[in-house]
């Protein structure tokens, strides 16, 4: 195949600081692995804004397309898994970090990182669900194995206006769990709702708590996306035998707690990392993603925006002020 020249929003140093702006590339000067996608949707997350941004822990070398996911049509395969045409979601390995991301309208990437389509899903809606959405599912699904069923009682999601928890919201309320979450931005009560949360509360009610090393349980579940004093609090206030899965650290990487809820209240804590998530546990979660855990309330998760909106959608999202999902139209 001949080489095609596309555009890619490109971060690049200029003057000290680090800027974005649409350019015109080649496929020539992508990577030489097994599979050419041409991309259709990308999806915002942190960890992309902290790419586009100069974050050397992220991505080491600049210029640099980021974009963590990506969901597209084979252009070219010498991977025998996969035929041209095949609609197809890359999220994570090393997409979007040190290799050029789903920002730009072609990538090219190892077979192994590719998960086909599921039936029940477009590629605008698997990126809806992008990372965020498969790492809350990864909790909601380790929830489940500890036997937490909807009639237990409270399940809370801290963090609940951003990617990862608008989605754990909505997929628990789907699976008929009452919701209970927590954000800083209760002018977005509504929106909460709207997702299936049961009841919605400023996050100080969490934290704003005596520092015994108990205190009264308030719910038997709770999905963690911001780490630090908040995960603490959440922790103490699990009932018995109560599930937390934590994957966030934007309130600190430290966990300053105690062994009593665990040892007095049996109380299990989970981590979760999509990054790393095995092929087989991928492919198991994005098919009930397009089944049986696909929420009807998927497509008021998102808003969509071109390439050229994505710098003003970076800056919201270090800045907090992100709601929701933001995929990226590549299509056009």
């Known amino acids: 195949?001949?080489?095609?020249?596309?555009?890619?929003?490109?971060?690049?140093?200029?003057?000290?600081?680090?800027?974005?702006?649409?350019?015109?590339?080649?496929?020539?000067?992508?990577?030489?692995?097994?599979?050419?996608?041409?991309?259709?949707?990308?999806?915002?997350?942190?960890?992309?804004?902290?790419?586009?941004?100069?974050?050397?822990?992220?991505?080491?070398?600049?210029?640099?397309?980021?974009?963590i996911d990506a969901a597209g049509v084979i252009e070219k395969s010498d991977d025998g898994?996969?035929?041209?045409g095949d609609e197809?979601?890359?999220?994570?390995?090393?997409?979007?970090m040190n290799t050029p991301g789903g920002y730009g309208e072609y990538i090219s990437v190892p077979g192994d990182w590719i998960v086909p389509l599921p039936s029940g899903l477009s590629l605008k809606e698997s990126m809806i669900i992008g990372t965020s959405g498969l790492t809350a599912a990864i909790g909601v699904?380790?929830?489940?194995?500890?036997?937490?069923?909807?009639?237990?009682?409270?399940v809370l999601v801290t963090g609940a206006t951003g990617g990862v928890g608008s989605f754990s919201v909505t997929l628990l309320a789907h699976l008929n769990y009452r919701v209970l979450a927590a954000t800083g931005k209760t002018d977005q009560a509504d929106f909460l709702k709207e997702l299936g949360a049961a009841r919605v509360i400023h996050r100080d009610e969490i934290t704003a708590v005596p520092n015994n090393p108990l205190l009264t349980g308030k719910w038997i579940a709770a999905m963690d996306t911001v780490g630090g004093d908040m995960l603490?609090?959440?922790?103490?206030?699990?009932?018995?035998?109560?599930?937390?899965?934590?994957?966030?650290?934007?309130?600190?990487?430290?966990?300053?707690?105690?062994?009593?809820?665990?040892?007095?209240?049996?109380?299990?804590?989970?981590?979760?990392?999509?990054?790393?998530?095995?092929?087989?546990?991928?492919?198991?979660?994005?098919k009930k993603l397009g089944t049986e855990w696909k929420p009807d309330t998927l497509h008021s998760l998102a808003r969509v925006v071109k390439l050229e909106e994505l710098p003003a959608e970076i800056e919201k999202i270090l800045n907090g002020q992100q709601v929701g999902k933001v995929v990226v139209n590549l299509r056009d």
């Not at 898994?81 to 041209?84: E, S």
């Not at 197809?88 to 979007?96: C, F, P, R």
């Not at 699904?141 to 009639?151: C, L, S, Y």
């Not at 206030?237 to 007095?264: D, K, M, R, S, W």
């Open 1 to 67: 195949m001949e080489s095609e020249s596309y555009n890619a929003l490109v971060a690049e140093e200029k003057n000290g600081s680090y800027v974005q702006s649409v350019k015109t590339l080649n496929t020539s000067d992508l990577p030489d692995h097994d599979v050419l996608i041409r991309v259709h949707y990308s999806s915002l997350n942190y960890k992309d804004a902290l790419s586009a941004t100069g974050n050397k822990a992220v991505t080491k070398s600049f210029p640099f397309t980021p974009g």
């Open 81 to 84: 898994r996969f035929n041209t």
């Open 88 to 96: 197809v979601i890359v999220t994570s390995y090393d997409l979007g």
């Open 141 to 154: 699904e380790k929830i489940g194995n500890q036997q937490v069923k909807p009639g237990d009682g409270i």
């Open 232 to 286: 603490d609090a959440v922790i103490r206030q699990a009932e018995h035998n109560g599930v937390i899965t934590c994957c966030g650290n934007v309130l600190g990487h430290q966990l300053h707690t105690n062994v009593y809820p665990f040892i007095l209240r049996g109380v299990s804590l989970m981590g979760i990392d999509s990054g790393i998530a095995l092929m087989e546990d991928r492919m198991r979660i994005w």
